[in-house]
């Protein structure tokens, strides 16, 4: 096997990982209404850390409560082990997808950022991983560079939309 043979079999199986981590239904899930609790505790946070903290902990409740429905419902058939090892799975994306916003956090707590600064660049990150979800989902249909780039902006448009409708919500 060559070194581009391995190199693109490693590329791959990354594209593949990403693909299952961040292509899910519980990832967009997961990313928008992640980015709603920031937009909610951001009003009442005083650094990126309580940001984070009031952020981090209601998206994990959400975690356990996907894991816990998906279980639930797949017990009786696939046993108990199974069902939660699946649903685990199934709702990392969740988790996964949050991370880059988590990281533009943890960054700003880190340069000693302004909670708006922080709360802004995972609002970029956020619209970014959406328009990338847009873009992808495009370029897998076959479509044109120009479809693409209009499917990924109005991907990122919608998110944003349907964040802001959370953030309402609540």
């Known amino acids: 096997m060559t070194d581009t043979a391995e190199t693109r ?71 108990l082990r199974h069902s939660t090892r699946e649903a685990m799975r199934h709702a990392a994306g969740m988790l996964y997808a949050s991370l880059p916003a988590a990281l533009c956090l943890v960054w700003g707590g880190i340069s000693n950022a302004s909670v ?14 959406l328009a990338v979800l847009g873009y992808n989902a495009y370029r897998r249909r076959g479509s044109r560079l120009v479809v693409r780039l209009v499917g990924a902006l109005s991907t990122a448009v919608l998110g944003v939309f349907i964040i802001v409708l959370e953030t309402l919500v609540h």
């Open 116 to 129: 708006d600064d922080a709360s802004d660049w995972t609002a970029l990150a956020t619209t970014i991983v």
């Open 9 to 79: 079999t490693a590329w791959d199986g990354f594209k593949a990982w990403l693909d299952v981590r961040f292509r899910s239904p519980a990832a967009i899930y997961g990313l928008i209404v992640y980015a709603s609790f920031i937009t909610i505790a951001d009003d009442h946070a005083d650094s990126p850390w309580e940001l984070l903290g009031a952020s981090v902990f209601p998206l994990l409740v959400f975690y356990i409560a996907h894991v816990f429905a998906h279980t639930l419902t797949e017990h009786g058939t696939h046993g």
